[in-house]
């Protein structure tokens, strides 16, 4: 997982009211072919793995891809509490994936929460948005008073094994560094770590706090770097997947509408999901890879990649005291033995995605889309189309060739409160102070701040009441609002 390529995950829905609508602008300022080919031939018995994550949403479509994985047996999934996501979270998202996808029995447990003396913790907002499942509508369910600890599962599973397993890292190090204190035998029970982790000579994808991609750090081993440092100073054979490969896979854009056609199989329905919900993954200027979508091929397909045989080191910190203070991991001659993926096969790392979302059953409740709506800016007139089946979630797309900073607002209003009274209070609302009646619903927001032209899509979840588009250019305090036509969502 890295995400710090782009700004960061950002809160599912970027809900504005009327009264906050220029200040969305004035933030922003003036600027802001894969096939379904054959799958890889695979082993006759299956391959044991233990999963340890830190349930990003690559992470999540990772898991779906390993538990669908005929030639994948996974027997344990710890959550790394150091990572995007907190335990509760964690362990909430985790629970539903495998109940999702007919693996209930598979137990899962987090480990601690903070980090080594160099952790650096994820931004905050990265990890509500994180905790919150990207929005998945997790149903309520009670978890054990006291959860397991990751390290006793992490144990537990691999003396169950019935081969010695691996470890399919897609998190910060933080439980496998504890699980071999623990243990020191661990390290010569396990058939290896294979993991998405670090970067060699591609440029580093952590941009918060002053960072810039001039520095090789990427935030799996950036978030708990004493950690990586610790275990890779065990013998425990190491195959990495860093942002060297992962950056010749950059997130399909066309992968939302190719599982928008078809998405029957569990994987593919739960990804399609989290795409939907979440939409800054599908978005080439958020900087989105595929991260643990292609560790987790490489590990059972390992051609998608081109790999290396080379030593690796951690970088020690300023005062040279603790080991991997920086996240840092170089080719070095004195360093220790590693396998590493240096290049990636785009296009059949594409198919092979599709194939690998494809496989299996339905999930056990697939997600459906109630509607569609678009909504259009010349300027001056604001359109839109809107196709609803009731009350649910929507996809609302906006575009505009206005040629200028704009956006739209999609508001609505509840009986018996009309359209008409929205666009009479609009008339002499102040922006900057004034407070939105409570008949008022706050539904969606989005913002071409560049004025690109690009279609922007983001989701909402829409009661069936009256909704519309209120389309604006301008910022505070000279504001334009151009009102769209309104639209019943049916009962």
């Given at each position: 997982m890295g995400p710090g390529a782009y700004d960061g995950p950002m809160p599912l829905h970027r809900r504005l009211s009327v009264a906050l609508i220029a200040l969305l602008l004035g933030a922003c300022g003036a600027s802001s072919d894969a096939s379904r080919s054959p799958a890889p031939s695979k082993a006759a018995t299956p391959i044991p793995v233990i999963v340890d994550t830190d349930v990003e949403q690559s992470d999540l479509a990772a898991l779906a891809i390993l538990l669908r994985d005929p030639a994948i047996d996974v027997r344990a999934v710890t959550i790394a509490g150091t990572g995007l996501v907190h335990c509760s979270g964690g362990r909430r998202a985790v629970r539903y994936v495998l109940e999702e996808l007919g693996s209930p029995d598979i137990p899962y447990a987090c480990g601690r929460e903070d980090g080594g003396p160099d952790a650096r913790p994820f931004p905050d907002e990265w990890r509500a948005t994180a905790?919150?499942?990207?929005?998945?509508?997790?149903?309520?369910?009670?978890?054990?008073?006291?959860?397991?600890?990751?390290?006793?599962l992490l144990a537990d599973a691999v003396a169950a094994s019935p081969s010695a397993p691996t470890i399919v890292a897609l998190g910060p190090w933080t439980n496998l560094e504890d699980a071999f204190a623990a243990d020191p035998t661990l390290a010569d029970r396990v058939a290896g770590i294979h993991a998405m982790l670090g970067t060699i000579e591609a440029p580093g994808n952590v941009l918060v706090d002053g960072h810039t991609t001039a520095e090789p750090l990427e935030?799996?081993?950036?978030?708990?770097?004493?950690?990586?440092?610790?275990?890779?100073?065990?013998?425990?054979?190491?195959?990495?997947?860093?942002?060297?490969?992962?950056?010749?896979?950059?997130?399909?854009?066309?992968?939302?509408?190719?599982?928008?056609?078809?998405?029957?199989?569990?994987?593919?329905?739960?990804?399609?999901?989290?795409?939907?919900?979440?939409?800054?993954?599908?978005?080439?200027?958020?900087?989105?890879?595929?991260?643990?979508?292609?560790?987790?091929?490489?590990?059972?397909?390992?051609?998608?990649?081109?790999?290396?045989?080379?030593?690796?080191?951690?970088?020690?910190?300023?005062?040279?005291?603790?080991?991997?203070?920086?996240?840092?991991?170089?080719?070095?001659?004195?360093?220790?033995?590693?396998?590493?993926?240096?290049?990636?096969?785009?296009?059949?790392?594409?198919?092979?995605?599709?194939?690998?979302?494809?496989?299996?059953?339905?999930?056990?409740?697939?997600?459906?889309?109630?509607?569609?709506?678009?909504?259009?800016?010349?300027?001056?007139?604001?359109?839109?189309?809107?196709?609803?089946?009731?009350?649910?979630?929507?996809?609302?797309?906006?575009?505009?060739?206005?040629?200028?900073?704009?956006?739209?607002?999609?508001?609505?209003?509840?009986?018996?409160?009309?359209?008409?009274?929205?666009?009479?209070?609009?008339?002499t609302f102040d922006i900057a102070t004034g407070v939105p009646p409570e008949w008022y619903i706050d539904a969606a927001s989005i913002a071409d701040a560049s004025g690109s032209g690009e279609a922007i899509t983001t989701t909402v979840a829409l009661e069936a009441e009256t909704y519309g588009p209120l389309c604006f250019t301008g910022q505070t305090p000279s504001v334009t609002v151009t009102p769209g036509e309104p639209f019943d969502i049916p009962d």
């Open positions: 905790d919150a499942a990207y929005g998945l509508a997790i149903p309520p369910k009670a978890l054990p008073a006291t959860p397991p600890d990751a390290v006793t935030w799996n081993a950036f978030a708990d770097p004493s950690a990586v440092a610790a275990v890779l100073a065990t013998d425990v054979p190491v195959s990495l997947v860093p942002l060297d490969a992962t950056d010749d896979v950059p997130f399909p854009a066309d992968l939302l509408d190719r599982l928008a056609a078809d998405h029957a199989a569990g994987g593919a329905d739960l990804v399609y999901e989290l795409l939907v919900r979440w939409p800054p993954r599908t978005r080439a200027a958020e900087g989105q890879q595929l991260w643990d979508e292609l560790a987790v091929l490489a590990l059972t397909a390992p051609d998608l990649v081109t790999w290396e045989d080379m030593d690796i080191a951690t970088v020690d910190g300023p005062d040279g005291t603790t080991d991997g203070a920086t996240g840092i991991i170089v080719n070095d001659p004195a360093g220790r033995p590693a396998r590493v993926a240096t290049a990636a096969d785009g296009p059949a790392v594409g198919a092979a995605l599709l194939e690998a979302l494809d496989r299996g059953d339905a999930r056990i409740t697939p997600f459906a889309v109630a509607g569609e709506i678009a909504i259009g800016f010349d300027g001056t007139s604001c359109t839109r189309t809107a196709d609803s089946s009731g009350p649910g979630f929507h996809l609302v797309s906006f575009t505009s060739t206005a040629g200028q900073p704009s956006g739209v607002q999609l508001g609505g209003v509840r009986a018996p409160a009309t359209w008409a009274d929205l666009l009479t209070t609009l008339a």
